[in-house]
């Protein structure tokens, strides 16, 4: 009998986590900035900002989440104006996924074209949801 | 740099897959079948994690029999995130049969639990843990002065 409920433990546990998972990945939302933690430049990410925003995308050196992410952020860029995006490894830049508190790759984090971060995401995104956190960071009035 | 290997998605699939199967078995047979299964499935993580992913006989099953029949895969994945994932295995599943052969059912029964949705997580989503566990593992070092 306790096998039993082990096993459907298991599965509720499963079916849990993979919906936990679905809800979050992809979620563009807004994080309150900790003081002088929440701009980025253009020597922190390596390029010039993207006139009206840019998409920090950090990966881990192996993860295939990640290669999505980046395929996906680099067609996104490719058919709009004044938006750029870039790919950080978050090992070889430890210090800014602590400033950032980075948790897991791959997350994206929308920049304004002041580059401030509007919102940010975890997990591969779909390609309406990276649009419309696009569309608040383009349309978000500073 | 070499290039790292390369692994058909779908063959990880179908290995989670197996590996739930056989853990979920492990979960509801009697005790000397349980600890044969249990026997088993530490030994195919073992020789996936050490050997190589294509060695495991899981794995072999795919390419033999799974495989011809679906074609070339459209996209290839990192073989190291998942061999991580088979040394996690192999430690929660060795943890497992050390315990109910010492008594222990109790940690036996969780340490499968936990195996069984961590295959089957990755049989339904694909779930990366070492997407999910590495980065955290690297914040722990001491930031360098």
Known sequence: MSEIVALLAAVVLTVLVAGALKFKNGRFSTRSPAEGAEVLTATDIGIELGERATLVQFSSAFCAPCRATRTLLTDVVATIDGVVTVDIDAEANLEMVRRFDIMRTPTVLVLDGSGAVSTRASGLPRREQVLAALGQAVGDPR | ?145
Do not use: H, K, W
């Open chain 2, 1 to 145: 740099m070499s290039q790292p290997t390369q692994v058909d998605p779908r063959g990880l699939r179908v290995v989670a897959g197996l590996t739930a199967v056989v853990l979920a078995l492990a979960l509801v047979t009697p005790q000397p079948v349980r600890l044969a299964l249990l026997t088993i499935q530490v030994a195919v993580f073992a020789i996936a994690a050490f050997a190589g992913l294509r060695r495991s006989p899981y794995a072999v099953v795919f390419a033999t029999f799974i495989r011809p029949r679906i074609g070339p895969p459209a996209e290839v994945e990192d073989s190291r995130p998942p061999r991580f994932a088979q040394v996690v295995g192999l430690v929660f599943t060795a943890t497992a049969l050390v315990g109910f052969l010492a008594g222990a059912s109790t940690v036996g029964y969780l340490a499968i639990v936990l195996a069984l949705a961590a295959a089957l997580l990755n049989a339904s989503v694909g779930l990366c843990l070492g997407c999910e566990l590495y980065l955290t593992f690297r914040r722990l070092t001491p930031a360098t002065a």
